[in-house]
């Protein structure tokens, strides 16, 4: 059971009070409470004035989202054009909730070598309408509610328009990367199970140590992120790819395969100018 502080306590019942006199409407309050549910407030050095600044923007860019859509901002704060202030720039995403994605956005931000000052991560429950409209915020859990993950954070202030640009694209990149994994994740397992099995059912060498290394990576042992099917024609030693039968990360049109793969397979070389490393991953 989670134990509620009184600092904690206070802090919330500021937060209500800034809400009650900037005249917010009935959903943003009912969406502070669950933005803030868990949020460790303790020691925080913001006001209430910029949680609720800070809160009510995201807020605004969850408004409308389609299932399956990812949204992000960046944006460096200003009282005149966003309600509050603070000496960083912010980073926003609204997604449908999933593994890995607060590790895949700061994994973005460090490579550039920007610092977080501060990390949110609300779960929340939310009910919307058929066109992605935002009606209604909940726990997360909460019947009739799809969980979504609401991710806000403040990083070194970027002045570089440049560099704000780059990094809205890879963030949004990683988040596209992180849905085809999980969304193409029992499908590599199925496949790693029936070359398994295959290997079971060979009679080469090291058939049976090459299944039993198959079996241990895929009893929750190996975080898949991508997989494709490979043959190679009797007398060769080359190596082919079927067509369409990428998943994960190898189907994602940016990322045909990690570089340093497919140095090993010369006589395979899809799209070599998109061919790059990841090295986050």
């Known amino acids: ?25 009935a959903s943003i309050s009912e969406f502070l409470d669950c933005y803030f549910v868990d949020a460790e407030l303790d020691g925080s050095d913001a006001t209430p004035e910029e949680l609720v600044g800070a809160a009510v923007q995201h807020f605004r860019l969850g408004e409308a989202r389609a299932t399956g859509r ?3 901002t960046l944006y460096t704060p200003d009282f005149d054009r966003h309600g509050w202030h603070s000496p960083h720039t912010v980073v926003d995403v609204v997604t449908d909730d999933m593994p890995f994605l ?19 991560h609300p779960l929340l429950g939310a009910e919307r309408e058929q066109d992605g409209r935002l009606r209604r915020t909940t726990p997360r859990g909460a019947p009739g509610s799809r969980p979504e993950s609401w991710i806000h954070l403040e990083i070194d202030r970027i002045g570089d328009p440049k560099l704000v640009d780059a990094l809205h694209q890879e963030i949004l990149s990683a988040l596209a990367d992180v849905r085809a994994a999980v969304e193409d994740g029992p499908l590599m397992q199925q496949r790693m199970r029936e070359a398994r099995e295959e290997m079971a059912l060979a009679t080469v060498a090291e058939s049976d140590e090459v299944a039993a290394y198959l079996t241990w990576i895929s009893a929750n ?27 994960g990360f190898c189907g994602t049109p940016t990322i045909p395969v990690l570089a340093a793969v497919w140095r090993e397979f010369p006589a395979w070389s899809p799209n070599s100018q998109e061919i790059r490393y990841r090295w986050s991953w």
Not at 1 to 25: G, I, K, P, Y
Not at 105 to 112: A, L, S
Not at 221 to 237: I, M, P, Q, R, T
């Open 1 to 25: 059971m989670t134990t509620v502080t009184e600092s904690t306590n206070n802090l919330r019942r500021n937060l209500h009070e800034v809400a009650d006199r900037q005249h917010l409407s």
């Open 102 to 120: 607060v590790d895949s956005i700061t994994m973005v931000v460090y490579r550039h070598g920007l610092v977080i000052h501060r990390l949110l």
């Open 70 to 72: 990812a949204l992000t």
């Open 221 to 247: 042992n190996f975080v898949f992120l991508g997989g494709a099917d490979y043959h190679a024609a009797a007398g060769e030693s080359a190596l082919a790819g079927f067509p369409r039968a990428d998943l």
